[in-house]
């Protein structure tokens, strides 16, 4: 199988149909980045964005081609150009010298449902059967537990000697929303994170990256008038890089044939204590 052998059969088997539009009028951020189209592919590996180190990594393990859910540079996809600085030329001389083929895997695994990346993140929990119907995969009813125990658990589950939390540590919770990588922004809607909490009565929002001036003041507010949320903010890679973890183990069904693996990004800001 070819890099544009696999890449086509990606392509066809997560953005064939979403929200009524067909392939054809479908525009996504899914594409190969760079590599030979033509080169044989044998081994496929996961990633949340290719760093330098995951180049490396990557070369290490003779792999073909890397799968990342975030941009090949330190800047979004967008309608405006940009041009690379000194050190993404060194990066990209890098990647060329190596070899390995990059694709960008984001919309991709965000049509399929389940979301590949809330698939990711139910797996690595244990939450499939706590997940409740509905066209998203973020809400869910667990047995009661306190905010202190799920900020424990995400801290043992995603390697965080920390998170970031609104809240009485003691408060019981069930009904968890989550909300991965910037989907707790709003996704175009600034208020859909506080209607996400009001209209399914939660009592914990779990977050990836968030407007620091709206949600936790929010929080906050709703707190002083006697309503009971609380919030944990993990980060946009903490929450969404669960899902590239677990992506080998959906492609080994989906396109069988190379050997797939993870390379584990992390994330590179750490807590000063």
């Known amino acids: 199988m070819t890099v ?29 980045l760079c590599g030979d189209p033509e080169k044989e592919v044998r081994r496929v590996a996961s990633t949340f964005v290719v760093t330098v180190e995951v180049i490396r990594q990557a070369m290490e393990q003779s792999v073909d081609l890397i799968l990342s859910h975030e941009p090949l540079f330190c800047v979004p ?22 070899g390995i083929a990059v694709m960008r895997f984001h919309d991709g695994m965000h049509f ?3 979301d ?22 973020h809400f869910f009813i ?31 919770v069930s009904r968890v929303g989550v909300l991965v990588g910037g989907g707790s922004q709003g996704l175009g809607d600034p208020m859909m994170p506080m209607n996400f909490i009001t209209d399914d009565q939660l009592d914990l929002l779990i977050c990836g990256e968030i407007m620091e001036l709206s949600l936790p003041y929010y929080a906050a507010d709703a707190a002083a008038l006697g309503h009971t949320v609380s919030l944990l903010v ?23 044939g190379p050997e797939y693996c993870f390379i584990e990004a992390g994330d590179p800001l750490r807590t000063i204590l």
Not at 79 to 98: G, V, Y
Not at 151 to 170: N, S, V
Request: glycine residues 8%.
């Open 4 to 32: 544009k052998n696999f890449v086509d059969r990606l392509l066809a088997a997560t953005t064939l149909t979403y929200k009524g539009l067909s392939a054809p009028n479908m525009r996504t951020c899914d594409e190969l």
């Open 112 to 114: 399929v449902r389940p």
């Open 142 to 172: 667990l047995p009661e537990t306190t905010l202190g125990a799920v900020a424990e658990l995400m801290k043992q589950k995603l390697d965080m000697p920390g998170i970031r939390a609104f809240g009485d540590p003691a408060q019981k």
């Open 116 to 137: 590949l990346i809330y698939r990711g993140w139910m797996k690595e929990f244990g939450w499939e059967a706590y997940n409740q119907p509905g066209p998203n995969n």
């Open 77 to 98: 996809t967008g309608p405006f150009h940009f041009q690379n600085n000194a050190w993404d030329d060194e990066k990209l001389a890098l990647i060329e010298s190596s």
């Open 234 to 256: 993990a980060g946009h890679n903490r929450t969404e890089e669960v899902g590239m973890k677990h992506l080998p183990s959906w492609l080994e069904t989906a396109i069988p």
